[in-house]
């Protein structure tokens, strides 16, 4: 250290120079700067007030300091424990003894009464409920696929049949009876209700319904092409006990609209009959024509169709000529639009 007023005098190479005392700098040689620096340093703290107390040794701190993602890492590691035996403990085993691994988790613990990871992993498993994720490739059936299984059941449930079909809408109603196609189906289906209450003339028509006011059924057959028509009824104008209609479809201008009266039987209840035709119509119907001439002799001539109830709006007939079955059928649902 050099003082001020002194030359740097080194020694000699291989010669020792004794110490000399150093001069003490007079009050008006001291910079100014140096002073100041000085005055603005903190008076170091008392060995009682300044040093904290600590538990662990130099050393020890030194290599925690070293280390800080290992002391973060085993903190963590604890806290985890904490959280698992907190679970564990509030999950009270099963009285069938059946605690989903709890049991072999004793295999693991901890001298401090922690579970080990693998245990509490297979206890919390085994406690949790599973997320279910949805399958999108699920088909689900429609409704005629649903009335399908149902008439081909093995035997078909009447009850469980008017029950699907009264439950549903009236547009999935209709798309429901035009899934039966063919003769084996309806033919099941007719078979099926024939321990239901007789078809009523007032099933078709309501009573307090004005003489000629329409009221539209659709219908599906058991032919092989055409299936698809309706069947509209009206009361007759003075009051008698029967019903008139006739069939509106595609293939009208061939076959003619085919007339009908519509009356009660002791045995069988309402029948379609195509032996008769009304004396008139509603205006916006088409021109009453009889069924025994043209093309309509080979579809209505001679023809009754007996029908049978299948629910609160949906019915089946089965067509007869000649006093014999046809094997022909067809279904009608009442139009509620």
């Given amino acids: ?16 120079r004794a110490p000399e005392p150093a001069r003490v700098l007079e009050r008006g040689q001291v910079p100014g700067g140096l002073a100041r620096g000085h005055r603005r340093e903190a008076a170091p703290a008392s060995r009682e007030e300044g040093r904290p107390q600590l538990d662990q040794p130099e050393a020890e701190r ?13 903190a963590l590691d604890v806290a985890q424990h904490v959280v698992v035996d907190r679970l564990v403990e509030a999950v009270a085993a099963r009285p069938d003894g059946g605690d989903h691994c709890a049991q072999d988790t004793r ?12 245990a509490a992993a297979c206890n919390l498993r085994a406690r949790l409920p599973r997320r279910t994720r949805a399958d999108y490739k699920v088909r ?22 008017a029950a699907f079909l009264d439950g549903l809408p009236h547009g999935e109603r209709v798309a429901a009876i035009t899934a039966l196609s063919g003769p084996r189906l309806q033919a099941r289906l ?5 321990g239901a209450p007789p078809v009523t003339l007032a099933d078709f028509v309501p009573p307090d319904a004005p003489p000629l006011r329409e009221v539209v059924f659709h219908g599906k057959n058991s032919l092989p092409a055409f299936t698809l028509f309706q069947k509209r009824f009206c009361r007759a104008p003075r009051g008698s006990d029967e019903l008139w209609g006739y069939n509106h479809q595609a293939l009208a201008w061939l076959t003619g609209p085919g007339y009908f009266v519509v009356h009660e039987e002791r045995a069988r209840g309402a029948a379609i009959d195509y032996r008769e035709v009304p004396p008139e119509r509603p205006p916006d119907w088409p021109e009453v024509k009889p069924n025994d001439r043209g093309f309509s002799r080979f579809v209505y001539r001679d023809m009754v ?23 022909n059928y067809f279904v009608l649902c009442r139009d509620q639009r």
């Fill in 1 to 16: 250290m050099l003082v001020e007023g002194e030359e740097d005098e080194r020694a000699e190479p291989h010669q020792e």
């Fill in 62 to 74: 030194q290599t925690e300091a070293e280390w800080p993602g290992q002391v973060r890492e085993e």
């Fill in 107 to 118: 295999l693991w613990e901890h001298p401090g009464g922690t579970l080990g990871k693998a």
């Fill in 140 to 161: 689900v059936r429609s409704p005629g696929e649903h009335l399908v299984a149902l008439v081909r059941a093995e035997p078909p449930d009447r009850a469980a049949i």
């Fill in 190 to 194: 007719y078979a099926a209700t024939a």
């Fill in 305 to 327: 169709d007996y029908m049978r109830r299948v629910s609160r709006d949906v019915f089946i007939g089965s067509a007869h000529r000649g006093g014999k079955e046809t094997g």
